[in-house]
Every structure is written in structure tokens, then in C-alpha cells.
């Protein structure tokens, strides 16, 4: 049962191994995007379906929220329930397989970025930097 807990592979290779982070950076934390929770949502379901108190766990919302998700998901065509012994099972769709490829591979190109720009020093000096850049770049232009 705990198969689709594991964490996400991207090209064969663990995601916490290849970026020495977790996918999903933290999964508790108080503010996360729509999108995150459909992903989590999406990878608990991967591996052939899971029922809602699964997926509670697995996503770390609440019953409410997770109705609200499940019903967004299922009109998006990502999900589908499924009833098996007299208990509803979710299932992911290939629809929504491919949304989770597709986040999966954004994530990956944002991390990459993110991991460039820090190596580069592209954030040293803070936001000041940056605009005075832009700032010198435009006047330049100008000229």
C-alpha cells in the first residue's frame, strides 16, 4: 500500500538525490499552491488508487479541503472514483499522468535555474543589485 508514498522519480533518478532536496520541499508547510496539491494528490494516486484518508495523510490537508481538490481534479478529468469493496477509491487518469510528467518536468527546469543562478551569483547583493543592473543596462540602451 505505502508503493505510491515514494518519492517521485524524474528520468530514473530520485529527485532528492539529483537536486539533494525533497520534491516537494516541505510537505506541511502552511502556504502551497493549488498546483502542489494537485501534484501530491496525483502521485498518491499513480500507483493504481487510494482512498480519501490516504490521501489526507499523504498531502497533509483536511477533509474539506481535500473534497474541494478531489472535485476540481475530477472536472479537470485528472481523476476518477472507483468503488471497490463499498469504499470509493480514486484513480489518476492519463490526463492526469501527464499533468504530473509536465510538473514534474517545470519543477525540474525551476530548480535547475534556481541551483544555476545561486552558483553563478546571480542573487548576490540582494534585489538593490539587480534593479541598479536593469538601471545601467537601460541607460546604455538609451545612449
Not at 494516486?45 to 481538490?69: C, E, I, P, S, W
Amino acid at each position: 500500500m505505502e508503493t505510491y508514498l515514494r518519492e517521485p522519480d524524474f528520468y530514473g533518478q530520485p529527485l532528492r538525490k539529483r537536486y539533494g532536496t525533497s520534491m516537494f520541499l516541505n510537505l506541511h508547510r502552511k502556504y502551497r499552491s493549488d498546483f502542489e496539491i494537485f501534484a501530491l494528490i496525483l502521485e498518491g494516486l499513480k500507483a493504481g488508487g487510494a482512498g480519501r484518508y490516504l490521501l489526507m495523510k499523504h498531502t497533509g490537508v483536511n477533509y474539506a479541503q481535500l473534497d474541494k481538490f478531489l472535485k476540481a481534479l475530477m472536472t479537470l478529468g485528472f481523476i476518477l472514483p472507483d468503488k471497490k469493496d463499498g469504499q470509493v477509491f480514486y484513480r489518476a487518469t492519463e490526463n492526469g499522468l501527464d499533468f504530473l510528467g509536465q510538473y514534474y518536468v517545470l519543477l525540474s527546469m525551476l530548480l535547475n535555474a534556481a541551483q544555476n543562478a545561486t552558483q553563478n551569483g546571480a542573487y548576490e547583493g540582494g534585489w538593490e543589485a539587480v534593479v541598479a543592473q536593469q538601471k545601467a543596462g537601460f541607460r546604455s540602451a538609451k545612449k
